[in-house]
């Protein structure tokens, strides 16, 4: 059934097109091959409905008007202005810009959208495909399950309704009138107007619970114009209140160091190290608990005195916690890779055949080449291929037809495609299509800012915005990939970039994100990397012998040295499928049972299996290439966690809040 409809649809869409006048229902069922299936005028009605309202949700702008200017009868017709993408004018470096924009989405929620688009642009005529691999290499994330359907209610301008789970006050059900969404350090919110408090209100997809429903009826949102999405999500955030003082072990606890407004070194020696004197900014006491607890025995409050005491009793209740039987529960295998390839439906197939005739019509094309493109199998392109060959003009004679050679498709692999004018210019970008490159442009433009290579990015993003309609344009202004990066970062991150124009190795002081120690590495740069706001060198690490992803903001100190980089011929820069983040089969896997206030820990991190509890908390196991981190991770939360597995780490971590304990009453004597 899907392929016959396939085959009627797009035998529609060529006769919409053909046609200089308004057809009226009855033509069209007389005239478009597959409509005799229809064995009644309502069957006919029903399945012709069908097909305008697919059709219009595709893209194809299906018109209706007057048939003639004496009756009232209504008539269908497709306008090519409406229907072909218009001229887009690029320059080679701007073509290139373009296709690395639309990569930035590859394994994300809009990534179909956006490879869909450069498929249109490469039939049109345009070269988005690079021979040298990018300098700066975005990566977008939609790992919440939400987001689709939010995107989908923000461009179509309708309110939702979901459940949300807000930390500490349990699951509530929100309606929402949705102004826009922003990805900020790697997390998707939602900005817009809550309609049962009657307030602006910021919701982080990762909490809305199950599914979301897009209401149909009603008028459209409507968003205000004083509204700026991306500042109501970044929100305002207050100047530390008070300051903390901290004796802190030398070359210990650098995360805290690094915030401090005064560090004064104290007197140590190779048998007794002393104690550093650190003044460390905080705005709420149970952070600045935390923040000390995860480093144990290394960091000591010494005022406010109510920080010590919550300090304390932070640690206690970690000595006080049961240590699991010996035996690590089980945890579920992690789903394999290699899925299989998606079916055909109706839609898809129907886009993808108004997408391979105009690339394939004029280009030495291939079944395989195709089959990679819209991940199928070549079985399904050389399918494809036999359905476009049932289908043409009305008529329906061999000299209608559009002509297809299946032999060649069949024995060389090759696509020959001929006698098909009507659908030779590629369908207009849908407002997926187009915001989704749009967003990525105005994201490389955000990553690019200040270092004057940003021009012709600018040029990509006004001409992008010209070929769009106002509501594509719209769309893209409401959905923002925010890059939050300091100046400081900033100054690093010009600096790599000009190592790697020039080619210039590079020496880094590198805080590890995974233990608390400084480390001093010599690095081929290779390219930058930006994984959802967060920017990384990608680069060939001499200390490691092998490559490695250094994130900006935790790079101490960046020396360009007067070497030529060389980065070894089997080098190869990671594959971000699946992120940044890389796991091996070495990894430690930690199960922990996390109350309510804890749940944010599968929020911020990589989980391969996570089940409910009756208390509204969650048992999550992480994996870890470094336990040493969980340890400090499950000391930094305190009475809100316990580890189930293993035991043996649940032992360290008791042992390491023993130690802090008795360095704080060591400490108290001594005061």
């Known amino acids: 059934m899907s392929r016959r409809k396939t085959e009627r649809q797009l035998n529609l869409v060529i006769c919409l097109l053909a046609t200089r006048r308004f057809l009226t229902a009855q033509e069209i069922r007389a005239t478009v091959s597959g409509y005799e299936e229809a064995d009644s005028d309502a069957a006919f009605k029903r399945m012709f409905e069908r097909d305008k309202k697919e059709l219009r949700a595709t893209g194809i702008p299906i018109q209706t008007g007057a048939v003639d200017v004496w009756g009232d009868e209504e008539g269908y017709r497709i306008s090519r202005a409406d229907y072909e993408l218009p001229p887009i004018e690029l320059k080679p470096d701007e073509a290139a810009v373009l296709g690395l924009a639309a990569r930035a ?263 395989a080449e195709v089959a990679d493109m819209f991940d199928l199998t070549e079985k399904q392109v050389r399918s494809d291929l036999s359905l476009l060959w049932m289908c043409g003009l009305p008529g329906y004679t061999p000299g209608d037809l559009i002509e297809v050679d299946l032999e060649a498709a069949q024995t060389t692999g090759e696509i020959i495609i001929g006698n098909a004018e009507t659908i030779a210019t590629p369908l ?17 433009r955000e990553l690019q800012a200040g270092t004057g290579g940003d021009d012709v990015l600018k040029r990509v993003a006004d001409k992008l915005r010209t070929a769009a309609d106002t509501a594509v344009e719209r769309l893209a202004d409401v959905v923002r990939v925010g890059v939050d990066l300091s100046d400081e970062v900033r100054a690093v991150q010009r600096r790599v970039q000009d190592a790697l124009e020039a080619g210039q190795l590079l020496h880094l002081r590198y805080l590890s994100g995974y233990v608390d120690e400084v480390t001093e590495r010599d690095v081929d740069p290779m390219r930058l990397i930006t994984q959802d706001g967060l920017p990384f060198l990608e680069g060939w690490c001499r200390l490691r012998g ?88 499950v000391l930094r939360l305190g009475p809100t966690a316990r580890i189930l597995a293993p035991t043996d780490l649940a032992e360290r971590v008791r042992a390491d809040a023993q130690r802090a304990l008795a360095a704080y009453r060591a400490a108290a004597s001594h005061d």
């Open 428 to 444: 207009r970008l849908t407002a997926d299509e187009a915001a989704s490159l749009i967003v990525g442009v105005e994201l490389l």
């Open 546 to 633: 092998d490559v490695r992803l250094f994130r900006l903001d935790r790079i101490l100190d960046l020396t360009v040295l007067p070497v030529a980089a060389e980065v070894p011929e089997h080098a190869r820069g990671r594959d971000l499928t699946g992120g940044v983040l890389q796991f091996t089969a070495e990894d430690a896997l930690v199960t922990l049972e996390l109350s309510p206030a804890a749940r944010w820990v599968i929020e911020e991190y990589v989980c391969v299996d996570v089940s409910e509890l009756s208390d509204g908390g969650v048992r999550a196991t992480l994996r870890t290439p470094a336990p040493s981190w969980a340890r400090r991770l």
């Open 105 to 367: 989405w590859r394994n994300a929620a809009l990534g179909e959208a956006a490879a869909n688009a450069m498929v249109k642009l490469r039939a049109a005529g345009i070269s988005v495909d690079g021979d040298t691999g990018p300098i700066i290499a975005p990566v977008v994330g939609t790992t919440e399950p939400a987001f689709l359907p939010i995107w989908q209610a923000v461009r179509d301008r309708r309110p939702v309704t979901f459940d949300y789970r807000t930390p500490g006050k349990g699951v509530r059900r929100r309606k929402v009138e949705p102004w826009g969404v922003v990805n900020r350090r790697g997390h998707w919110y939602l900005a817009g107007h809550d309609r049962d408090v009657v307030q602006r209100r910021v919701f982080r997809l990762g909490r809305i619970v199950g599914p979301v429903t897009i209401l149909g009826t009603g008028p459209e949102v409507t968003i205000p114009d004083d509204v700026d999405v991306r500042s109501i999500v970044s929100g305002h955030h207050g100047d530390p209140e008070a300051v903390a003082l901290l004796r802190v072990r030398p070359d210990s606890a650098h995360q805290l160091r690094r915030a401090a407004r005064r560090i004064v070194p104290g007197e140590h020696s190779t048998n007794a190290p002393g104690w550093d004197r650190v003044e460390y900014p905080y705005t709420d006491l149970a952070r600045l608990v935390a923040d000390v607890a995860e480093f144990g025995d290394r960091v000591i409050i010494d005022a406010p005195a109510e920080a010590r005491t919550a300090l304390a009793d932070h640690l206690s209740a970690v000595t006080e916690r049961e240590i699991p039987s010996p035996g690590e529960p089980a945890v579920p295998a992690v789903a394999p890779e290699d899925q299989p390839r998606r079916g055909v439906r109706s839609a898809e197939q129907l886009r993808r055949l108004l997408m391979l005739v105009p690339y394939a019509l004029h280009r030495d094309v291939r079944v």
